[in-house]
C-alpha cells in the first residue's frame, strides 16, 4: 500500500482567478421577449411564443371583463341596497310624524315638538353626511429590497 498525499497531483483550484463579473436583469411586462433575442429563435419557437402570447393576451381581456361585470354588479347591489335604506326611512319619518302628531292631538305639544324636532335635525344631519363615503386605498407592496438586489453587480 502506497502512503497517497490527496494534495499532492491536484492543480492548485485558486490559481488564475481573479477580478470580478457583473451581471444585468432587465425586466419587462410583456410576454414578448426583445426583438433582437426574438429573432435569434427558431421559427418553429417564435410561433409557439407568439400562439402563448396570443392565448395570454385573451386570457387578460377575459379576466378584465369578468372583474368589470362584477364591478357593475356590486354597484347594482349597493344602490339597490340605498334604495331600501331610502324607502324605509321615508317610512320611519312618517310614522315618527304621525305619531307627533297623536302626541299633538293628546295635547301633550311640548312632546310632539320634541319628537317632530329630533326627527327633522337627524334628518338634516343624514342629508349633510350622506355624500361622505369612506375610501379604500389600495394596499401597494413594498418592493424596494428587492428592487437593490436585482440592481447590484455580482461579485
Do not use: W
Not at 410576454?31 to 387578460?60: A, C, S, W
Not at 326611512?89 to 295635547?107: D, K, P, Q, S
Amino acid at each position: 500500500m502506497s502512503n497517497r498525499n490527496p494534495t499532492r497531483n491536484t492543480p492548485n483550484r485558486n490559481a488564475g482567478i481573479g477580478g470580478s463579473a457583473s451581471a444585468q436583469l432587465s425586466v419587462s411586462t410583456s410576454p414578448l421577449p426583445d426583438p433582437g433575442i426574438f429573432n435569434r429563435y427558431e421559427p418553429h419557437v417564435q410561433d409557439t411564443i407568439m400562439e402563448m402570447t396570443k392565448k395570454e393576451q385573451e386570457h387578460r381581456h377575459a379576466m378584465n371583463a369578468i372583474v368589470i361585470e362584477m364591478h357593475k354588479e356590486s354597484l347594482r347591489r349597493e344602490i339597490g341596497v340605498r334604495k331600501i335604506g331610502q324607502f324605509l326611512a321615508i317610512g320611519a319619518v312618517i310614522v315618527v310624524c304621525l305619531f307627533a302628531g297623536y302626541l299633538a292631538h293628546l295635547g301633550y305639544s311640548n312632546y310632539a315638538a320634541m319628537v317632530a324636532g329630533g326627527v327633522l335635525v337627524s334628518l338634516v344631519i343624514a342629508f349633510l353626511t350622506s355624500g361622505k363615503t369612506v375610501k379604500l386605498t389600495q394596499v401597494q407592496p413594498d418592493i424596494s429590497g428587492l428592487n437593490s438586489e436585482i440592481e447590484s453587480p455580482v461579485q
